[in-house]
Structure formats: structure tokens, C-alpha cells
């Protein structure tokens, strides 16, 4: 059976996170991250035919060999000298220091605690599930995306010490994209370099672009992260990348001869101010020439990765560099430094981040692109103001799909889009009122217009027209409307109210012009889905998520990019998130075993359950205390496409016995009170109530007492209306019991081309299809709003406030009066 990703990374993370007990993140990390690269490895090249395998595992270096070691005493021992020192003497590009000692008590205690949790580890992985062998598409790195999403999780839990070895993957995509390598433009012998390359998510980025095998070559500090590095580039199939540990500023170890060697494309994360760059390194006299434009502070060490990576370019090369902003604007030697950057022509562009993204601080940063290539015809710099894109992720910000997109279109095509990006000319940045100074919010006004009070409206009343300008788009579109809504006033500027504000929302939905839109960008909509459904029906077993999601995604954006009033991007969002919410597993199954497994599509798992039976969940549903479950088609999908009648029935019993209940509640009301008729038959203290069982000894107590005959219909009623309920919940038990059966019969009989119906129009689209009805709602709810806001705000002026106000003091001072008070 093939893997979800979303099962596999949120089980692997629970799973591990569980076991972590009291280690520190940072620490336990290594240990997962190794256990998943060994498994990964031992599926995928333990039985390779290969000639030359990316991998060699020696006999007994398996996963499988680490599992025979259970219940040994000695499995920490032997598992570093029984199966990580063979794979290292067996694999040149392997290190040992890109392995956790599996035999540290300081780590993972002593004795018994140790043995089992280093069992608990290996157990978390002999899931049959976790099958690598067979379950990687080519171009669809689950593997390597499930490494990123654990780092990710370790980068979380680590703390802002810790987390310098991960670049969230949205930023390094955004790098990627930026410094402008594709498939057009790379071949085999395309180099990239990062000279502060952590886990190496990054040049991994770099590569996914190229869309090809090109050289990869990263340096980095801190040896177990190199490690880390050297497994995730394996995991992501690039065996030959070359990665090294070392201090990349005194002890670069990327030479041609005795000078750096140079890059076609070199990107880099470097740690932000490192206040230890020049230990060991003195700037004036460096080997390297990087420091010609001078020494960057001995504190402050951000320029100089900078002139690293210059140095590092070749003649034509590309780059891209994520910095704390003040490498912007701060002074002294990092200005003059800055000055000689802007006149080299080198700088390409600047984009600013919004703030806490990054795990290491929470500090907002800015990508400084770098571009060798016709940097003497350079008239300027394209700066982006991107820091108010992004969506809460917990305690860290994170840049959605729709923000990464925006940023890369107004980039590569440079788009000037008012308070977020523009074309910066060197004179501009030259000017003696700016000297330099690259600080975005000079050049770049990103704040919300203010919603300015307008005196004389208040005073003498109206709308002003410059308020009622501000929604021009909305005019552009429906200029009718305008007029529908609003009339000319006493005097100039000023305008007044056609319509009372519980008017004003019909009046825009049933507007011609505003039906005439709707029906546009729908029709926007159906034309992309006519275009895309012919693609998801091509998908099938072998085929590659990530392709079909980028084209179709693009597809939709370019779409709805000439749709009036409605932000693409935010279309384009919808999407991307409905992906990763559903569409994405579906398509992993489909591409793994096609729309149909055997006789049934996917498969229908009987699975025992304690507690009662429930309506479907989307995946599930039940049939007495069984429970069933497709992956990939609900079955409150088969219901609405097949069993409507029988799910009508269904919803009239509930309305009905939802009726039963209010009926008895309110007359429990009524009557329940300690003079009520039916005080005598309240059970509880709490939570009172009244069972049929009570009435009926009640009724048989008073028998014919004339004196009871209230106490008796009120009874009898209240029996009937117990009575009636308990009838209503048997049939409705029933009906659903016989819903179920029908929806578990039909399953196995859905063709190929009915599963394909289901998923495809009945799933994926009428989803999308909502969310676009969705924001077509919102336009006119914001539309509505700002008009309603505007007529309150304006309704009453000054003289007619006044006025009640005098009406109201003299009502006072008359009940004053009255009283015998006197009003001064």
C-alpha cells in the first residue's frame, strides 16, 4: 500500500516526539533523522542491480540488521560499529561525525533506558507502511519532503538557539525562483554553491529549479549539520552533491588553485550579525581578495558573508543571500562597503521578508539579490516590500503559497505594484537626501491609507465623494451602481443616501451590473475547469503530483488574473491549500495505484470501533459497529451522488426530532416548575428531566381523580410526544443502518470512470467551485460594509445631534420638575 504524506509525516512526528521523552530536540533530531535516512536507504539500494549504486550497504548495515538487534543489551555499541562504521567505510561521500553516537548515555541513558528507547526508535519505522522500496515517483521526494517536514518540526521545538540549521523551505523557494535558474538555462555541468549551506535545504531548492542532475557544492560550520546536510541530499536523490564541514570565512575549502572557486549560481543563509566572523581571519591581508571594498565591523559579520558570495560568482553569475535588514541602512564601514555594492551594479534587487519567519530570530530579514551579468548597464535596484504577506503558523510566521508566488511574479517580470514593489533608479539612491541608504520604507510607502474623518461631513452632514471615489474599482466595474446607491447633495463634494441601510446589500446582489459580474467570474472559473478536468482524468498510476499541481495552479492564477475585483492570488491560495488538505493525498494514491485497486476504488477497510454509531466523517462511515473507510472517495460523496432520497428521509426525521425535543423541552418549561402539573415526575437535582417510566406510574397513582385531570392530559400529552420521539429515532436508525448498507454494496461496483466522476466533479471541483463562490461573497460583503459604515457614520450631522439633544434635556428638566428638583 502506498504511504500518504500526510499520515506518514504526522505519524513519524508524533511518533517521535512521544518517544523523545526528556531529550532536547536538538539532540533527539540527529537520532530520527538518521533512523530515517537508514531506512530510506536500506529500502531503496539494499537489493539495488545497480552497477554502481548512489549507495553502497555493506552486509549487515541494514535497516533490517539494526532490527535483529532488539533486546540485545549491547544495541547501542552495535549499532555504531555493526552498521554506521560500514556504511561509512563503505561510502566515500559519508562521514562518521554525520552520525549521533548510538551509545551515549549522556544522550539516551544508561542501561535498560537506553535499550529501549533505541528499540522504541527502530520500532517507529518496521511500520509495514514505511515501505521505500516502491513508493517514490521520480520527481515527488517524499522522502526527502518528510526529512524537511521533521526538521522543520526539530527546528520548532529547538529554540531560537538551535534553529539556524533550517531556512523555512517557502523563503528558499522563493531564492530558487529569484536568482532565475531553470530547466532553459542549466545543463549538467551548472554549478551551485552555499557557503553556509546547513541542512542544504536551499541548493536542494536551487536544483528543483534547474529541474536537472547540476553540481552541488555546500559548506558548513557545524559538523553534525553538515551531516545532516550530506542525508538530505541522498534523500533527495542528489548522491553526488559535495558537502563539507569547515569555517567557510578562514578556512573555505572550495579552491581553484589558490583562489575561491566560482559559481554560476550561489545562495546562502549565513548567521545573522555573527559577532565571531573574524576570529582567525585578518581582513586586510586575506587570502582571497574578498575585502576590497573594505573590512566589514569585527562585530557585525553579515557584509562579510556578502563579499564571500561575490567573490564566489563567477563573470555571469547569479545569487541570492538572506540578511538582517540593517545591511541596509547602517553606517560607518558597513555604508562604505554598501556604496561600493550599489555603484558595482551588482545588486539586483531587494526583498523584504516579513518579520519572525526564521527559527534562529525573530527579526524581520531581506533577500539581497546579486546579478554579475550586465551589471555595468544596471540603472537601478527592484526593490519589494513583501513583510506584510504571510499567515500565522504558530509561534513563527510563515509565507503561504499566494505570498511566494506574489513575490516571484513581481520580481522576474518586475512589476511595479503600489505600496509593495517598485524599480528604484541609483540616482534616486544616490541623492544626497537618501546617500545610500537602501532602507526599504524610504522608497517604498507599504502602510494602509488612513480612513480620514471628513470634518464638514460631520458638521453639515453628506457623504464625501472623496470617500465614495476610494471604491472606484467597484464603479469600474458596476458604475450603475453608484448611482443606485447614491444621489447628489446640497452643496459640492458631498453626496446623500438613495437607500435605508437594509437596503443597500439587496440592492447591490440583485443589481444588474453586479449579477453580470458574478456570472463573469464564474464563467472565469468553469472555462479553467473545462480547461483542467481533461488533465486530472489523464492522471493515473505513475504520474507526478507536483506536476499536475503546478500546471494546473498556474493555470488558475493566469486565469483569474483579468477577473475585475478579485485578487488572483487569493484564488490561487484556495487551491493550493484544498492541495495540501486533500487533493495532495488523493493524487500520491492515484499515482501509485491508479483510480481503482482490484474491484473496489482504493480500498474499503472494515474496521472495528467502540463507540456508537455517528454520521459519516468525511472519510468514514458506519454501519452498526463496523466501520468503513476509502481513501479517497467519502461516502457522503456516493450518498449525494447516488442515495439522495434515502438522505432526505434522513433529514426530515432529524428536523422532526428535533421538533420532538424543543416541544418537550419548552413544556417541560411550562409545567416542570414546583406548582407545575408535572412537578410530581422531575428526576434529578441537576439535570432534571422526565422519563416515560415516571409519567406512566404517575398516571397510574391518580388514576380517575377528577381533581388530576390537568395533571393527567398534561401527562398523557407529554407520554405522547416521548412516545412519538422514541418512534422517530427507530425509524431513523433504521434508515441509516439501510443508507450504509446501500453505500457499502455500492462501492465495489463503481467503474473506473464513476470513481474518476466522484473524485474529480463531485470532490476536487465542487470544493474549488465553493471557495470561488466564496470570495465572490466577499465582494460584495466588503462593497456592502464600507457603504453601510459610511451612511452610519454620516447619517446624523452636528445640527440634528444638537437638536436631540435639546429634546432630551428638556424631557429631563420636565420629570425634574416634576419630581419638585430645579435645574440650574
Not at 119 to 127: H, P, S
Not at 300 to 305: I, P, T, W
Not at 528 to 544: C, I, N, Q, V
Amino acid at each position: 500500500m502506498a504511504v500518504k504524506k500526510s499520515d506518514l509525516y504526522s505519524s513519524l512526528w508524533a511518533s517521535c516526539d512521544e518517544l523523545r521523552g526528556g531529550m532536547d530536540a536538538s539532540t533527539y533530531k540527529d537520532y530520527v533523522l538518521f533512523m530515517l535516512f537508514i531506512k530510506y536507504v536500506s529500502d531503496k539500494y539494499g537489493h539495488s542491480d545497480d552497477f554502481e549504486p548512489p549507495i553502497t550497504i555493506p552486509k549487515g548495515a541494514s535497516f533490517q540488521d539494526m532490527v535483529a538487534l532488539k533486546g540485545n543489551s549491547e544495541i547501542g555499541d552495535k549499532i555504531n560499529t555493526q552498521v554506521i562504521q560500514p556504511l561509512v567505510d563503505a561510502n566515500p561521500s559519508l562521514a562518521r561525525t554525520d552520525f549521533p553516537d548510538f551509545n551515549d548515555p549522556n544522550k539516551l541513558g544508561d542501561g535498560d533506558e537506553k535499550v529501549k528507547r533505541l528499540e522504541n526508535l527502530i520500532a517507529i519505522f518496521q511500520n509495514p507502511n514505511l515501505d521505500f522500496s516502491g513508493n517514490r515517483a521520480e520527481n515527488d521526494d517524499i522522502l526527502g519532503d518528510a526529512y524537511e517536514y521533521l526538521m522543520r518540526h526539530f527546528a520548532t521545538e529547538s529554540g531560537k538557539s538551535k534553529g539556524q540549521f533550517y531556512t523555512p523551505s517557502e523563503v528558499s523557494r522563493v531564492i530558487a525562483k529569484v536568482i532565475g535558474i531553470s530547466p532553459k538555462n542549466s545543463v549538467s555541468s551548472t554549478t551551485a554553491y552555499d557557503p553556509t549551506c546547513g541542512s542544504g535545504s536551499l541548493l536542494l531548492k536551487v536544483a528543483s529549479e534547474a529541474g536537472k542532475r547540476i553540481t552541488l557544492e555546500g559548506q558548513e560550520k557545524d559538523v553534525t549539520t553538515a551531516g545532516l546536510a550530506r542525508m538530505n541530499m541522498i534523500l533527495h536523490d542528489f548522491p553526488t552533491a559535495k558537502i563539507v564541514a569547515g569555517n567557510t570565512l578562514t578556512q573555505p575549502k572550495f579552491l581553484e588553485k589558490k583562489n575561491l572557486r566560482t559559481y554560476d549560481y550561489v545562495v546562502a543563509n549565513p548567521p545573522f550579525s555573527d559577532k565571531a566572523w573574524s576570529t582567525g581571519l585578518t581582513p586586510e591581508s586575506d587570502h582571497y581578495s574578498r575585502f576590497g571594498w573594505g573590512a566589514p565591523p569585527a562585530k557585525q559579520g553579515d557584509y562579510a558573508y556578502l563579499l564571500h558570495i561575490i567573490r564566489s560568482m563567477k563573470g555571469t553569475g547569479k545569487a541570492a543571500c538572506i540578511l538582517p535588514h540593517g545591511v541596509l541602512f547602517r553606517g560607518n564601514a558597513e555604508a562604505v562597503i554598501r556604496e561600493q555594492l550599489v555603484r558595482s551594479g551588482y545588486l539586483k534587487g531587494i526583498i523584504g521578508l516579513p518579520a519572525n519567519l526564521f527559527f534562529g530570530t525573530g527579526i524581520p530579514a531581506c533577500i539581497l539579490v546579486l546579478d554579475k551579468e550586465n551589471a555595468a548597464s544596471r540603472r537601478g535596484i527592484f526593490m519589494i516590500d513583501a513583510s506584510k504577506g504571510f499567515i500565522k503558523d504558530g509561534a513563527k510566521n510563515r509565507l503561504r503559497e499566494q505570498d511566494v508566488h506574489k513575490i516571484v511574479d513581481a520580481f522576474t517580470r518586475a512589476l511595479e505594484i503600489s505600496r509593495y514593489s517598485r524599480m528604484v533608479s541609483f540616482r534616486e539612491i544616490m541623492d544626497p537626501k537618501n546617500a545610500f541608504n537602501l532602507n526599504l520604507p524610504r522608497y517604498i510607502d507599504s502602510t494602509e491609507p488612513e480612513d480620514l474623518q471628513d470634518i464638514d461631513g460631520h458638521l453639515r452632514g453628506g457623504l464625501p465623494e472623496r470617500d465614495i471615489d476610494a471604491l472606484a474599482p467597484y464603479w469600474k466595474v458596476m458604475p450603475r451602481v453608484r448611482e443606485t446607491l447614491f444621489k447628489p447633495g446640497d452643496r459640492p463634494r458631498y453626496h446623500q443616501m438613495r437607500l435605508t441601510q437594509a437596503e443597500v446589500k439587496p440592492a447591490i446582489l440583485n443589481h444588474p451590473e453586479f449579477r453580470a459580474f458574478t456570472a463573469t467570474a464564474t464563467q472565469v472559473f468553469e472555462d479553467w475547469r473545462g480547461r483542467t478536468e481533461p488533465k486530472l482524468e489523464a492522471f493515473t498510476a505513475g504520474s507526478h503530483p507536483k506536476e499536475l499541481i503546478e500546471d494546473i495552479a498556474e493555470e488558475l492564477l493566469n486565469s483569474f488574473r483579468t477577473a475585475p475585483l478579485l485578487n488572483p492570488y487569493d484564488i490561487y491560495q484556495h487551491l493550493m491549500d484544498y492541495w495540501d488538505e486533500a487533493m495532495q493525498d488523493d493524487c500520491y494514491l492515484i499515482a501509485n495505484d491508479g483510480w481503482v485497486k482490484g474491484a473496489q476504488p482504493r480500498e474499503i477497510k472494515q474496521v472495528k470501533v467502540k463507540d456508537k454509531m455517528a454520521w459519516p466523517e468525511v472519510h468514514d462511515y458506519s454501519v452498526g459497529r463496523r466501520r468503513f473507510k476509502s481513501d479517497l472517495i467519502p461516502a457522503s460523496i456516493v450518498i449525494g451522488r447516488y442515495f439522495k432520497k434515502e438522505k432526505a428521509l434522513i433529514d426530515a426525521l432529524d428536523f422532526r426530532i428535533a421538533e420532538l425535543e424543543q416541544e418537550l423541552q419548552q413544556k417541560m418549561e411550562e409545567d416542570g416548575g414546583e406548582d407545575g402539573l408535572m412537578a410530581e415526575v422531575i428526576e434529578g437535582d441537576g439535570d432534571k428531566k422526565i422519563t416515560a417510566r415516571g409519567i406512566k406510574a404517575r398516571l397510574k397513582d391518580i388514576g380517575r381523580d377528577k381533581d388530576c385531570a390537568e395533571e393527567r392530559t398534561a401527562l398523557t400529552a407529554y407520554l405522547d410526544l416521548i412516545d412519538q420521539l422514541a418512534t422517530a429515532k427507530t425509524k431513523r436508525k433504521a434508515a441509516e443502518i439501510k443508507l450504509y448498507q446501500l453505500v457499502d454494496d455500492k462501492y465495489p461496483t463503481l467503474t473506473e470512470a464513476e470513481v474518476k466522476c466522484l473524485t474529480i466533479d463531485y470532490k476536487w471541483m465542487d470544493q474549488l467551485a465553493r471557495d470561488v463562490q466564496g470570495e465572490l461573497d466577499r465582494v460584495s460583503q466588503t462593497l456592502t460594509g464600507r457603504v453601510r459604515q459610511l451612511a452610519e457614520r454620516y447619517a446624523k450631522p452636528l445640527h440634528n445631534l444638537e437638536a436631540e439633544a435639546a429634546i432630551l434635556s428638556a424631557k429631563v428638566a420636565a420629570h425634574l420638575k416634576v419630581m419638585g428638583a430645579s435645574w440650574n
